[in-house]
């Protein structure tokens, strides 16, 4: 198969980001009927093949901090050409920042955790599909505010992360006949603050101490999370009883997946702030 042309790149960006506006406005569409609309202005193009274009734009906005679309999960063996063609699209069309800014600041409404089911909540952690790539020069002069991280700073969606897991915890030891051990769950950042370096203590079966950090979105479970240096230390100093939970999918269907261990050894991790002192 020849490789994608500059104008097929730019179709199927542009069908991306159709589809994309109206799943940040609430809209329902058809995935397959936006591939099979591309499928004659192609080159002779597959679905199967439109499909992994479109989780390939998926994994650009992931990298650079946009919302994206959900039922696309990202794949990062992309071309530059893509990340470009992605690029000039969101300068073209201002009217994303605006979706994506009130994207991060929707409220939501938090479960009727006393009669939310909590059986199924527990799913397994992402796939490692991620391909590092050298940054290219053009990427060092875009300028792109980071809604992703935009949407973990949203105070109202972490503490309702918070509460939820909170419940589960309880919810998980009395299911296990530790009911005493559920009355001892401490939401450590509401009682002490953001400083402790993780967010609930909890207990394991044994009635061991199990160090929680909450990391919450809207969006999919492949969305990177942001973590501080205090964080980081305390899953280090901690890393056998720290869990990372992530919750997902918040605002329709909320699932968690669970990593135990420090962070710098069970995610990839980037620096993406530093310090200057003299």
Known sequence: MNDWS????????SSYFNMLEKEMIGQKYSKAEYRRSLLPLLNNRSEGSIEFKHQNISAVLIRSGQPYIKGYLPRYNYQKALEMAVENHLKSNPVFGNYFQRFIEQLVDLPDLEHFNFDNILVDPPKNNFVEEPRSEYDRKSTKVNYLEREQSNTQLGQMGEEFVLEYERFRLQKLGRTSLAKKIVWISKEEGDGAGYDILSKNVDGSDKHIEVKTTKLGKETPFYFSINELNFSKDFKDSYHL????????????????????????????NFKGHF
């Open 6 to 13: 500059e104008i097929e790149v730019e179709l199927t960006v």
């Open 245 to 272: 939970f992530r919750l997902f999918d918040f605002k329709e269907k909320p699932r968690i997946f669970v990593k135990n261990g420090a962070l710098n050894e069970i995610c990839y991790h980037t620096p993406v």
